[in-house]
């Protein structure tokens, strides 16, 4: 539709209402009013959806707000939400999914973080942190055949694979590629390889060159047999539940090290078990699990080879911030008729 100069000018004049429903500190609120003069953002945290539609105004159009279990008939002038975290399959069961609600997320925030959590269990796994810390912990000096066992192997010029070359996934590119690692990425399409999500300014791989090659996810075991460590770093959705089963793990090489910070979904949970324990598998070190919590039964717990991390990876005493930095140019790019960042494709399941 093309409007006239008067009518463009009605438009890019009108006030927009924004609605926070997260805890944001006075500083904060600010940040986003800073951004213009026509928004109006009022600030009423809630616990539960049911809350939430309890303080929508007609006059809401942008929504900030990690509860968004609520009827979206109960905001009909709402036009935008924007969540703050990256992972949206929860949100597939929920009222909006099916609306025509324009969702983004925010993916990229958890780049610097997990991607240094990553390089961690990289370092831990290849310099044998865990058997010295056992053997601290039995207040144990190693003897000459034990030593032999903690021989490290250096990440220079060692063979990193990534699953799932986004934000995340370009910032552990960058940071391995810093240690010298070979990098190798699948691609789910043949496009051009530049980023066009959000990330932390001066992170990532935004043009893509680090890999060495992309692989189709249909030569996914030629990938697998390629690496010394795989970075799983994708979303769940139908097609990537299961991704890594026990085909998969054996196309691995024996010494491979598997790192998840995706979901548990992503792996056969039995067949990464029966891998680790039949040493098939060098290790595994895993952020998220299926089910989650793991339970106390599982031999995961008790396997030497195993990093078990809480579903922490993503955590950070920045991430308001981060998330308000993705919030605020989002907001400029509503604001000026742009395409907005990280929207969340349906069909696609991210």
């Known amino acids: 539709m093309l409007y006239s100069a008067r009518e463009l000018w009605v438009i890019m004049s009108e006030q927009v209402h924004v609605l926070c429903a997260e805890q944001l500190d006075a500083a904060q609120v600010a940040r986003l009013r800073g951004v213009s003069d026509r928004l109006v953002v009022e600030a009423r945290p809630v616990k539960t959806g049911a809350e939430l539609e309890q303080v929508f105004t007609p006059q809401t159009e942008v929504l900030y707000a990690d509860q968004v279990d609520f009827d979206p008939q109960r905001a009909p002038g709402l036009r935008w939400l924007q969540v703050p975290f990256a992972g949206v399959d929860n949100l597939q069961r929920l009222p909006i999914w099916q609306s025509s609600l324009q969702i983004t997320s925010a993916n990229g925030v958890h780049a610097i973080q997990i991607g240094e959590y990553v390089l961690m269990t990289i370092l831990a796994h290849m310099h044998c942190l865990p058997?010295?810390?056992?053997?601290?912990?039995?207040?144990?000096?190693?003897?000459?055949?034990?030593?032999?066992?903690?021989?490290?192997?250096?990440?220079?010029?060692?063979?990193?694979?990534?699953?799932?070359?986004?934000?995340?996934?370009?910032?552990?590119?960058?940071?391995?590629?810093?240690?010298?690692?070979?990098?190798?990425?699948?691609?789910?399409?043949?496009?051009?390889?530049?980023?066009?999500?959000?990330?932390?300014?001066?992170?990532?791989?935004?043009?893509?060159?680090?890999?060495?090659?992309?692989?189709?996810?249909?030569?996914?075991?030629?990938?697998?047999?390629?690496?010394?460590?795989?970075?799983?770093?994708?979303?769940?959705?139908?097609?990537?539940?299961?991704?890594?089963?026990?085909?998969?793990?054996?196309?691995?090489?024996?010494?491979?090290?598997?790192?998840?910070?995706?979901?548990?979904?992503?792996?056969?949970?039995?067949?990464?078990?029966?891998?680790?324990?039949?040493?098939?598998?060098?290790?595994?070190?895993?952020?998220?699990?299926?089910?989650?919590?793991?339970?106390?039964?599982?031999?995961?717990?008790?396997?030497?080879?195993?990093?078990?991390?809480?579903?922490?990876?993503?955590?950070?005493?920045?991430?308001?911030?981060?998330?308000?930095?993705?919030?605020?140019?989002?907001?400029?790019r509503y604001l000026d008729g742009q395409p907005l960042l990280n929207v969340v494709e349906r069909q696609l399941g991210y």
Request: glycine share 8%; proline share 7%.
């Open 131 to 332: 058997q010295m810390q056992r053997l601290q912990w039995d207040k144990t000096w190693a003897r000459a055949e034990q030593r032999a066992a903690l021989m490290p192997t250096e990440l220079r010029g060692a063979v990193l694979g990534i699953i799932g070359y986004g934000a995340i996934g370009r910032e552990v590119a960058r940071l391995g590629a810093s240690f010298g690692m070979r990098i190798l990425a699948t691609q789910r399409t043949p496009e051009a390889q530049h980023f066009n999500g959000w990330t932390p300014q001066g992170t990532g791989d935004p043009d893509g060159s680090l890999p060495e090659r992309y692989y189709p996810l249909t030569e996914l075991h030629a990938f697998l047999q390629a690496c010394d460590v795989v970075l799983l770093a994708l979303p769940l959705t139908p097609t990537t539940r299961h991704i890594i089963g026990t085909s998969e793990l054996a196309a691995m090489r024996p010494d491979a090290l598997l790192v998840n910070i995706g979901r548990g979904g992503l792996i056969d949970q039995a067949a990464l078990e029966e891998a680790l324990a039949h040493k098939t598998l060098g290790g595994a070190a895993l952020d998220v699990t299926d089910p989650e919590p793991l339970t106390p039964t599982s031999p995961l717990w008790s396997m030497p080879n195993v990093i078990i991390t809480p579903h922490i990876a993503g955590m950070t005493q920045s991430y308001t911030e981060r998330v308000l930095d993705l919030f605020t140019e989002n907001l400029r």
